[in-house]
């Protein structure tokens, strides 16, 4: 009856099953916000993202500060740096306003974004010279709305 082999019945983990953390429409977080897994943000973030897995940013969601992750999907609004490690996609609701450094970068038609973009095999790997240099030394801004 109370075999120590038997499964423990308050085990809520699944094998294989994906692990997200979630910040619901309607929740507000301030301070630095760190995962191993998955991050999904449909509320507030005042503050860093770092996500060894993906960043999704639904259309309520918001966030101003830096955001650092395997993969980021955007939607809503994003107010500081994006460093992507493979693929960075800005759906056409999503309004950027930062850097955006990233391997993969997709932008659909009606999403904004105003800043420079460096796409590279590694972008995560911290840089000395950041932005894009017009010859005068400052640096070069895009502004766009894709239509």
Known sequence: MFNKNTKNSTDMTTPNQ?????ISEGTRIKGELASKTDVRIAGTVDGEIHAEGKC????????KGNISADEADVS???NGEIKVSTRLILRKSAKV??????KSFLVEEGAFFEGTC?????P??????EGTSNGSGTKNRMTETVK
């Open 76 to 78: 809503g609004s994003v």
């Open 56 to 63: 999704i940013i639904t259309n309520s969601g918001s966030v």
């Open 18 to 22: 994906p692990m997200i953390n979630m």
């Open 124 to 129: 995560l790997e911290n840089r000395q010279n």
């Open 118 to 122: 460096r796409m590279s095999e590694k």
């Open 97 to 102: 306003t930062g850097n955006i450094h990233a």
